[in-house]
């Protein structure tokens, strides 16, 4: 395997560009704004402190249990029982797969149970390419508003730059939300943060007949 510094790694897994079907997604903002959404900064920061928290806090854990050797079973479970919505688990699946495919081509990873979720198979490739706790969290936290960035822009009339400055503003709340998570190291330490809004604009959207974004 190729070495690199884990600021590299970093900035390579952060990259929208990467093929992992990213771009279909999102993050919830398109059946947001169906339902009358119009502060996009302030759902940025509900998303950060309710299910990019979860996900953040499940792929540090998953991590954590890579590296002790553990099996990932009981991360799953968890972050599951912290995702009630069926379309929201679904998708996260489905993100998952092509995470799997790409980092599984790339990086000796541990042995994942079918179907696994994002933060699980992010954990793991965390543990293969040697990212700290931190930073793991901060990617999870990055890509979330990064995500609901870049659609906002196919979504809405909006100037690139003040998108751009919707994640800048954001880099503070990433940096403790990734401070609050990376100490954590079992199932049951995962925050239990719930967003019952967003899911239930997630169930509807899953069975929307326009839309751009499949989730």
Same mark, same amino acid.
Request: aromatic share 0%; charged share 5%.
């Given at each position: 395997m190729t070495t690199a510094s884990s600021d590299l790694l970093l900035m390579l897994l952060s990259d929208a560009r990467l093929p992992v079907a990213g771009h279909t997604q999102s993050a919830g903002l398109e059946p947001a704004l169906r339902e009358g959404l119009t502060d996009v900064p302030a759902y940025l920061r509900l998303r950060l402190r309710t299910v990019t928290r979860v996900e953040a806090g499940t792929a540090v854990v998953a991590m954590h249990h890579v590296r002790a050797g553990r099996p990932l079973g009981p991360v799953e479970a968890a972050w599951a029982a912290r995702t009630p919505s069926p379309a929201m688990r679904t998708t996260s699946h489905q993100l998952a797969r092509g995470l799997l495919r790409l980092a599984g081509a790339l990086w000796p990873l541990a042995d994942l149970a079918a179907? #696994? #979720?994002?933060? %699980? %198979? @992010? /954990?793991?490739? /965390?543990?293969? %390419? /040697? @990212?700290s706790p931190p930073s793991l969290a901060r990617l999870v936290g990055y890509d979330d508003v990064q995500t609901v960035s870049a659609a906002a822009l196919k979504l809405t009339p909006l100037n690139p730059a003040q998108t751009t400055r919707w994640v800048l503003d954001a880099l503070p709340q990433i940096d403790l939300l990734a401070a609050e998570v990376a100490v954590l190291t079992a199932p049951d330490e995962i925050p239990a943060s719930s967003a019952p809004q967003i899911e239930q604009w997630a169930e509807r959207h899953a069975v929307a007949t326009r839309r751009l974004f499949s989730a």
């Open positions: 179907p #696994s #979720s994002r933060p %699980v %198979v @992010l /954990g793991a490739v /965390g543990a293969a %390419v /040697g @990212l």
